[in-house]
């Protein structure tokens, strides 16, 4: 079994968050939009 861990610095591909935090792409990207996701 994998850890997934979220870098501090850096980019990371969003399947990879996705893995991480249980949420579909739409949502993913009206959190960003709205600024939910900015200090992940």
Same mark, same amino acid.
């Given at each position: 079994?994998?850890?997934? %861990?979220?870098?501090?610095?850096?980019?990371?591909?969003?399947?990879?968050i #996705?893995? =991480? %935090?249980?949420?579909?792409?739409?949502?993913?990207?009206?959190?960003?939009? #709205?600024? =939910?996701?900015?200090?992940?």
């Amino acid at each position: 079994m994998t850890n997934h %861990i979220i870098p501090e610095t850096g980019f990371v591909r969003l399947p990879a968050i #996705l893995k =991480v %935090i249980p949420v579909g792409k739409t949502t993913w990207w009206e959190g960003v939009n #709205l600024g =939910v996701f900015h200090n992940l």
